[in-house]
């Protein structure tokens, strides 16, 4: 064939494929999951539901007010229509099931729910406004249950002074503490202010229908032991010094999960947005999260304001003197984190943490979903696995975009950019991100050590999906083998470092699927065999923006691609692409002809 403007292209040895191929008979097709097919695996592989999750009863919140026991709050004092209502001073002891409607002011005062174990009973709260300086606000102490219901168009406070001082053996350190199992509902809202100590704390069962909250915390903003548990048309607001949602059972560790189906959370907080011990269900859902101040302060940022109200001044004697703590001192600052598996099978996420914005210290599935994510550290990071098989994914900033031991791309859409690898699979547990944030405490950093403990059974496999890679690292690290058979890849890295379009241990092979890579020729690697032609090119140093094409034979037009970062080398190879035949290659104007591999 007529060469005309070549430049040289050198077929690097190291870029060779030795290994013989064959047609694409055997290549795997894209599979992209509809939405329609995504709901359907909700039912079947959902390992909780709404039926598991909620009673009835959770969702009730009509009530008779003629047959409902009225508590008016006047200041100091109280008044009740039933004796089951105990009333000293600014105590209001709640002491038998039933339904219990409350109003008006109490200062400095306490609603005290003290009944049978066997009881439960509806709190109706009608336009209140509770302060208690030195405890809770609302104290559940004894009952089987408690439903708190938010009465259509008011406006509930309940606040803490600013100390908690104890008043029985339990450790009240909330504005609204209980000892039993508690639900929210109704369609009003509660606003609730804790400038020392945690906004809502629930030692069982904490559940959430309906309502509108907005919860200002020096601490955690929502905390339970065994479950927190929000669906419905609830609408969560927290700003939280730690946690804006933490569920935690340090003696039970099928306990301490959280399930969301349906809801708008709002959250700030220094610590995590939302964390939990056991596991994790997100079957939908609206989240907007800020953890750590974000991924600005991924790296060591000195700062005073941990645990602070309202981002004020840590008091003297407690500000760090020194960011050289070690990491057992540091504090987590994910987005959304869980010790065990996670499952996200829909809803709307923004995040943006200063560590990883979703995190696993097992294995994540990503069913579906759409995900605006800002991380300092990981995007998402799993331990163990991380599955994706539908999403649209948009990581506009992070350290390595997938972090995982094995990562298994089956479809979605997935665009990132990343700092240094864009998937990453090694072994061992993540011991990156816990340095930085806005917290004083945190020194070192990150740096270029790496976050996972390298290792070569980590596993990449893409099979669908589109997969857009923007990295300044390795656009594909395998500490272990690299297995592409279909889907829609794109890579674009620098020019500069120790840093590969493709990075593997023990093989890469592409079997399916397109694959466009662009970066430096200092460490590169091609793929160890295929089904499909591949061409690897070292094209000198191109400028961002110069054009590649890919013809064949018949002049048909298999790549155009303009990569928006400086390159070296090119790698291509698609279902079209056959081994023994011959390909022109144009990188700008020059081009060239080139038997596929």
């Known amino acids: 064939m007529k060469k005309t403007g070549m430049i040289l292209f050198i077929l690097l040895l190291m870029l060779s494929l030795s290994t013989g191929c064959s047609n694409q008979e055997n290549s795997i097709t894209e599979s992209n ?25 959770d969702y009730r919140t009509a009530y008779d007010e003629n047959e409902s026991i009225l508590i008016h709050l006047n200041g100091d004092s109280a008044t009740a229509s039933s004796n089951s209502v105990k009333i000293s001073g600014s105590t209001v002891q709640i002491t038998e099931e039933a339904t219990y409607i409350i ?4 200062n400095n005062g306490i609603i005290l729910v003290d009944a049978e174990d066997t009881a439960k009973l509806q709190i109706v709260l009608n336009g209140v406004s509770i302060t208690n300086e030195s405890s809770a606000a609302l104290y559940i102490l004894s009952a089987d249950k408690v439903f708190v219901t938010l009465a259509e168009g008011t406006e509930n406070t309940l606040a803490n002074g600013g100390s908690f001082i104890a008043i029985d053996e339990n450790n009240i350190d909330a504005v609204v503490f209980s000892k039993q199992d508690l639900t929210f509902n109704g369609t009003g809202n509660l606003i609730i202010t804790s400038p020392n100590g945690n906004g809502i704390v629930g030692k069982d069962d904490l559940v959430f229908t309906g309502g509108n909250y907005t919860i200002n915390t020096s601490s955690h903003g929502i905390e339970a032991n065994d479950s927190v548990r ?5 609408q969560i607001t927290v700003d939280a010094g730690k946690d804006g949602i933490h569920c935690e059972n340090n003696d039970d560790t099928s306990l301490g999960f959280i399930y969301i189906s349906a809801g708008t959370l709002n959250i700030e907080a220094e610590g995590d947005g939302i964390s939990a011990s056991a596991y994790m269900q997100i079957v939908d859902g609206t989240f907007s999260v800020l953890a750590g101040g974000g991924s600005e302060n991924g790296s060591s940022q000195s700062s005073n304001t941990w645990g602070a109200f309202m981002g004020g001044d840590m008091p003297p004697g407690q500000q760090s003197s020194s960011n050289t703590a070690t990491t057992e001192d540091s504090t987590s600052m994910k987005g959304i984190k ?7 099978f829909s809803g709307s996420f923004q995040i943006n943490s200063s560590d990883d914005c979703i995190h696993s210290n097992s294995s994540i599935t990503i069913y579906g979903g759409t995900f605006e994510l800002a991380s300092g550290d990981d995007a998402v990071h799993a331990d163990e696995t991380l599955t994706v098989t539908a999403c649209d994914m948009n990581i506009s900033e992070s350290y390595e975009g997938l972090e995982a031991l094995h990562i298994d791309i089956q479809g979605g859409t997935i665009k990132l950019v990343a700092t240094d690898d864009g998937l990453n699979a090694a072994g061992g547990t993540d011991s ?14 990150r740096g270029g050590m790496g976050g996972m403990n390298s290792s070569s059974n980590g596993t990449i496999v893409i099979s669908g999906g589109d997969l857009y890679i923007n990295a300044s690292g390795d656009g594909i690290d395998a500490n272990g083998s690299l297995e592409i058979g279909g889907g829609y890849t794109v890579i674009v890295g620098p020019t500069q470092g120790d840093t590969a379009t493709l990075d593997y241990d023990t093989t890469a092979t592409i079997t399916g699927g397109t694959f466009i890579g662009t970066g430096s020729a200092n ?8 089904q499909q032609g591949v061409i690897a090119l070292s094209v000198g140093n191109q400028t961002a923006g110069t054009n590649i094409t890919l013809k064949d034979s018949n002049e048909n037009i298999l790549f155009d691609f303009s990569p928006e970062l400086p390159y070296n080398v090119v790698i291509l190879s698609s279902p079209d692409m056959i081994s ?13 002809s080139f038997e596929a591999k």
């Open 580 to 592: 023994g035949e011959t390909y022109t290659v144009t990188v700008g104007t020059s081009s060239s």
């Open 103 to 106: 109003s008006g002011t109490l």
């Open 338 to 344: 869980t010790s065990g598996t996670l499952n996200i």
């Open 523 to 530: 460490m590169a690697q091609t793929f160890s065999s295929s």
């Open 33 to 57: 999951n509809t939405t329609d097919n995504n709901l359907e695996q909700i039912s079947n592989k959902a390992s909780q539901s709404d039926a598991d999750m909620f009673t009835d009863r």
């Open 432 to 445: 990156s991100g816990t340095i930085g944030g806005r917290d004083g405490m945190f020194g070192g950093g």
């Open 230 to 234: 929000i669906t419905g048309t609830t």
